[in-house]
């Protein structure tokens, strides 16, 4: 048995950044090293993503318990797992996919298998004394680079209790040279909505991810609000900084495939939503847009691509889900140019790393991402740089779940010499 080879798996249920359940697991090899991992979990998630297995019991946290997920881990998936050698992370994915036996990890729970993929990674690196970042650009076969960053300023939708329509507005630094600059502009950037939004007698309420819930009226009043947030932290709109938004348009899409804007009071057709959206980046400095319409909408996300996708970078998450094959189809289509990634919608590393390559290959942006039930796991920081993605969106630099993330890429770029990926990242163009 060689000194990688799998000695014990022991999974826990812990907590997540909203307090809800999740699964955490330790993998212990032959050689005495340990790693651990724990996952996180979505608000606004896609049909199309791997299943998380939640216990049902409405007598245990409202039914969102995982004791099943952390069972099938010290069970089934210990015992096939036994003396495999994690150095073999696809071989160790691909058992877990096999012993499931479906497609979206539906009877194990991607939960389960997810944190154990991690886990075991974690472990290698721990035996082998090697950063967990060089250990995941071995698997991915990238060279490590430090991603841009983008973070949530103004947050609305699922991630706080509807107060606006759209989900985040998000800034990204343009000018920045390094990952320790770039944070630093954004760090300004947030301080600077804090006073911006007292000045104006907007509440100052914390969203899921650490973004501000001002409850804006309207897309537009938050478009504004972040440009009063660059003027005030003394940057430039455009030029040192710049806007994403996240629209997480599944959420408020209806049957007829029409839009409702509660907070507007008015529902929209495709092309009327494609007409806002446009608007928005013509006259403000957006260069990233992200589910701006349902999951569904294929043939109007083709009509929003067409438009728009030559100069902002068209981001899909519900509509991709981390799987390969809505990524094939978005690729074949001619769909958005952009991929957020994210590990448990597809349930292993390697499948995750998969799809990264598979959009890479297409011409498409990679954006690792994080869910608005963190913990306070690390792995995804590793992750960005290992495998080359070149940008991430972790949330606000207000909460320890999230500023732990953006504490790691600091460290990386202190002891690594990865370069830094800066505005260069961004899907300007699918030529």
């Given at each position: 048995m060689t000194g990688d080879a799998i000695r014990r798996l022991h999974a826990r249920e812990i907590l997540d950044s909203r307090g809800r359940p999740t699964v955490e697991v330790d993998v212990e090899l032959a050689s005495g090293a340990v790693g651990r991992a724990s996952v996180p979990s979505g608000a606004s998630t896609g049909a199309y993503e791997a299943h998380e297995l939640r216990d049902r019991d409405p007598n245990r946290y409202a039914g969102l318990g995982v004791r099943n997920a952390v069972r099938n881990v010290n069970g089934e998936i210990a015992t096939a797992l036994q003396h495999l050698d994690a150095g073999e992370q696809r071989r160790l994915d691909d058992a877990m996919r096999e012993l499931d036996g479906t497609p979206q990890l539906r009877r194990l729970g991607a939960n389960a298998t997810l944190a154990v993929s991690l886990a075991a990674c974690r472990a290698v690196t721990a035996s082998r004394g090697q950063p967990l970042y060089e250990r995941i650009a071995e698997l991915s076969g990238a060279r490590p680079l430090?991603?841009?960053?983008?973070?949530?300023?103004?947050?609305?939708?699922?991630?706080?209790?509807?107060?606006?329509?759209?989900?985040?507005?998000?800034?990204?630094?343009?000018?920045?040279?390094?990952?320790?600059?770039?944070?630093?502009?954004?760090?300004?950037?947030?301080?600077?909505?804090?006073?911006?939004?007292?000045?104006?007698?907007?509440?100052?309420?914390?969203?899921?991810?650490?973004?501000?819930?001002?409850?804006?009226?309207?897309?537009?009043?938050?478009?504004?609000?972040?440009?009063?947030?660059?003027?005030?932290?003394?940057?430039?709109?455009?030029?040192?900084?710049?806007?994403?938004?996240?629209?997480?348009?599944?959420t408020f899409r209806n049957d007829a495939g029409e839009y409702r804007l509660a907070r507007e009071a008015r529902v929209l057709s495709a092309d009327e939503m494609i007409d806002m959206v446009a608007t928005w980046a013509d006259a403000f400095p957006v260069v990233s847009i992200e589910d701006a319409l349902g999951d569904e909408?294929?043939?109007?996300?083709?009509?929003?691509?067409?438009?728009?996708?030559?100069?902002?970078?068209?981001?899909?998450?519900?509509?991709?889900?981390?799987?390969?094959?809505?990524?094939a189809q978005g690729i074949r289509d001619g769909v958005g140019n952009a991929v957020l990634v994210k590990p448990n919608q597809n349930g292993t590393l390697t499948g995750t790393l998969d799809v990264i390559a598979q959009a890479k290959a297409g011409g498409y942006a990679t954006i690792v991402s994080a869910r608005s039930g963190e913990t306070e796991d690390t792995f995804m920081s590793d992750l960005a740089v290992g495998s080359s993605a070149g940008q991430i969106k972790i949330g606000s630099l207000r909460t320890s779940n999230t500023v732990g993330k953006y504490n790691q890429l600091l460290r990386i770029e202190e002891s690594s010499r990865a370069a830094y990926a800066g505005a260069a990242a961004l899907r300007k163009s699918r030529g």
């Open positions: 430090l991603p841009l960053p983008m973070t949530n300023i103004l947050s609305g939708g699922l991630h706080a209790g509807r107060g606006m329509d759209v989900q985040d507005f998000l800034a990204i630094p343009l000018r920045a040279a390094s990952i320790g600059e770039a944070i630093h502009v954004l760090a300004r950037v947030r301080s600077a909505a804090s006073d911006v939004m007292r000045a104006n007698g907007l509440p100052t309420l914390l969203a899921d991810e650490g973004g501000l819930s001002p409850g804006c009226g309207s897309g537009r009043a938050a478009l504004e609000l972040m440009m009063q947030t660059f003027d005030h932290a003394d940057l430039r709109a455009g030029e040192d900084v710049a806007i994403a938004i996240d629209v997480a348009a599944s909408a294929w043939p109007d996300w083709r009509r929003l691509t067409a438009r728009l996708g030559d100069g902002v970078q068209l981001v899909g998450d519900d509509l991709f889900a981390t799987n390969p094959q809505r990524v």
